[in-house]
């Protein structure tokens, strides 16, 4: 059984299914919700839910020592992320190898890049008059919103559709992520 933590910066509905779904898994639990915000709305879900939860700062964030004890002291052994904003360092992706995922609501490689997080990346596509957007999930490296795509799904836009519709579109199709991930931990690590 592996112990995932899922780093999150905001309201955390992403965090939730994922703490959700992973209840009933064989592959996997949450173990502890990590997050960079301390007022995030995400840490009051983890407390609701009965997760531990633990925040740290941006320059924390950067001392490898600080976070790998947070994570060794719960036996971390993949990491997820979602709706989390700050570029994790080369520490953890040493440590961590195709066992970072993260979840981007847009058409990788399309409306990805620093800056290009929620809200900002519906409006950006809004402007654009996309007729589509969707999610991307895939794996981490160095670069923003890169790495491996692992799975798309689609949405359509209409001409109606403002940027708040189609963020409640796209959370809708982030309820996949869930058993994205537990398919690809199984499928990539039960082995080992
Ligand atoms: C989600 O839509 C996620 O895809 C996005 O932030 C939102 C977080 O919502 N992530 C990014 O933009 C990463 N570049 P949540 O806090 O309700 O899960």
């Known amino acids: 059984?592996?112990?995932?933590?899922?780093?999150?910066?905001g309201s955390g509905s992403n965090a939730e299914n994922l703490v959700s779904?992973?209840?009933?898994?064989?592959?996997?639990?949450?173990s502890l919700i990590l997050s960079n915000k301390k007022e995030a709305c995400v840490l009051k879900r983890a407390e609701r839910l009965g997760v531990p939860y633990d925040t740290f700062t941006y320059?924390?964030?950067?001392?490898?020592?600080?976070?790998?004890?947070?994570?060794?002291?719960?036996?971390?052994?993949f990491i997820i992320l979602a709706g989390f904003l700050l570029k994790v360092p080369d520490y953890l992706l040493a440590k961590?190898?195709?066992?970072?995922?993260?979840?981007?609501?847009?058409?990788?490689p399309k409306y990805g890049g620093k800056g290009m997080y929620g809200r900002y990346v519906h409006e950006a596509v809004i402007a654009a008059k996309e007729k589509k957007s969707g999610i991307t999930i895939h794996t981490i490296d160095s670069q923003y919103d890169c790495g491996k795509t692992i799975y798309q799904s689609i949405c359509t836009i209409t001409e109606d559709d403002t940027p708040e519709s189609l963020e409640a579109k796209i959370h809708e199709l982030e309820k996949a992520y869930?058993?994205?991930?537990?398919?690809?931990?199984?499928?990539?690590?039960?082995?080992?």
């Open 1 to 9: 059984m592996f112990n995932i933590a899922v780093f999150a910066s």
């Open 21 to 30: 779904h992973f209840k009933d898994s064989t592959v996997g639990r949450i």
């Open 59 to 77: 320059k924390e964030f950067q001392d490898s020592d600080h976070i790998i004890s947070l994570l060794d002291k719960y036996r971390i052994d």
């Open 96 to 108: 961590y190898p195709g066992k970072i995922l993260n979840i981007h609501p847009a058409l990788l």
């Open 178 to 192: 869930p058993q994205v991930a537990e398919d690809y931990i199984e499928s990539e690590f039960t082995d080992l």
